[in-house]
């Protein structure tokens, strides 16, 4: 069974590019995004990289910490931050995981039990699946989980609007429409009254019985 949100987010021991880390205490009480690549010097995950390394800082404003892993040893992550900073122009400064023995790709179900106990020999293809992102929460639950084809670089943009949405949304009795972005009107739950609706949001639209909008609530 895969993982589903609001699942535990397996808790791990590995060695990183900055040392080795418990996974759990090293998210602490803040969150965490952990994407996965199938396999260092690759064109696409080399962009990826860059980018995340580009945004960093937003995802600090968000008390968000990122964290990369490739099925690939720490020693050939190393070699690979050169190229990142070549093809991107951006300093890796955050930790990637070295997963030799495929032991987290496995724990978080990105390959099959029966792929074998290293990631020598291995090519991107074998490790097609190795290609998902995970936000989660300071209650170390899972809060999404995203896939992607080996062809398809990934959208940061869209992981910092989600958490924007998750963040809010877990302190107020709201909801975020399609393609929702900071600022913009928010979506009422059915648990809130229409009574309640007006102490606790002011002014609110009724576009259906079940569709009601109001301005986005200040944190």
Not at 58 to 75: A, C, L, T
Not at 109 to 125: I, K, V
Request: hydrophobic letters at 35%.
């Amino acid at each position: 069974m895969s993982l589903r949100i609001n699942d535990i987010a397996p808790d791990f021991t590995a060695e990183t590019t900055q040392g080795s880390i418990k996974f759990h205490d090293w998210i602490g009480d803040g969150w965490a995004v952990l994407f996965s690549h199938p396999k260092n010097f690759t064109p696409v995950c080399t962009t990826e990289l860059g980018t995340m390394a580009g945004l960093e800082g937003e995802f600090k404003k968000r008390n968000v910490k990122i964290i990369g892993i490739s099925v690939d040893p720490v020693s050939s992550h190393d070699k690979w931050q050169a190229d990142i900073k070549t093809a991107t122009g951006h300093t890796v400064h955050y930790p990637l995981i070295g997963d030799k023995d495929l032991h987290v790709a496995k724990l978080y179900e990105m390959l099959p039990a029966g792929a074998g106990e290293s990631s020598e020999g291995r090519t991107p293809a074998d490790n097609a699946t190795v290609r998902s992102v995970y936000v989660i929460g300071p209650d170390k639950k899972v809060k999404l989980v995203l896939t992607y084809p080996m062809t398809t670089g990934r959208n940061f943009d869209e992981i910092l609007r989600v958490i924007d949405s998750i963040q809010l949304t877990a302190k107020h009795q709201v909801a975020t429409p399609a393609n929702w972005k900071q600022g913009e009107d928010v979506i009422i739950t059915a648990a809130v009254s229409n009574e309640d609706a007006v102490k606790r949001f002011g002014a609110y639209e009724t576009v259906l019985p079940y569709l009601r909008k109001t301005k986005q609530p200040s944190a």
